[in-house]
């Protein structure tokens, strides 16, 4: 729907499908995590914010999404060393927001009491570094409309976010696996299919380099 809305209303791509996974992630913050999940929410917060009191050292680790959204944001523009205009304005407020709720799982990583939870959170990094590089510089396959490829990798893009995001939320935060499992098998899935126009690009350079 992005690549058809860009191409019909002559708008960039970016600030579209930023736009719309700000509105996912906060629909599911809303609904799901405040309405659905209000309680355990609560439960989680409220032991959060007994390990992590306003008046001791360690009061701003609840603000650690906010930081890494800043610093992942503020590397952004360095490296690509121009001055954002309105749209890259826009974007960056987007963004700022979006990520920032996208990183708040994180919170219940570091309230665990498992020994080492790190590991989960370089999983959960590693995830999202892959899906900002093929948003970044997504394949595309020859033989297929290229509005097509986009269009799949943008959803299967958004799957992986919004069931990523849930997954941790329930096994962190809420203390539960339920529908873990589902939640995964999507993830895998359209890890697979974000992988696919690469494996296939790669496949045909290969064949092409075979037959001369």
Sequence with gaps: MNPWISLQFNIPLAPIFVTTIFI?????E?????VVYREDNV??????????PKSGPTYFARYIPQGLSAILLLSLWIIIGEKPNLQGWYITCLLFFTITRIFDPLLG?????EAKP???????FVVYVFVLASVVE????GFIPNEFTLAVILASISVVIINLRMAYYHYFCFQSDRRLEGQLKFIFGSLIIISLPRLITVTLDMLEFING
């Design 24 to 28: 996912i992630v906060f629909v599911q």
């Design 30 to 34: 809303l609904w799901l995590i405040q």
């Design 43 to 52: 439960d989680f917060t409220r032991r959060f914010f007994e390990r992590y």
């Design 109 to 113: 990583c570091i309230n665990t009491f």
């Design 118 to 124: 790190w590991a989960s959170i370089l999983a959960y």
């Design 138 to 141: 997504p394949n595309k396959i």
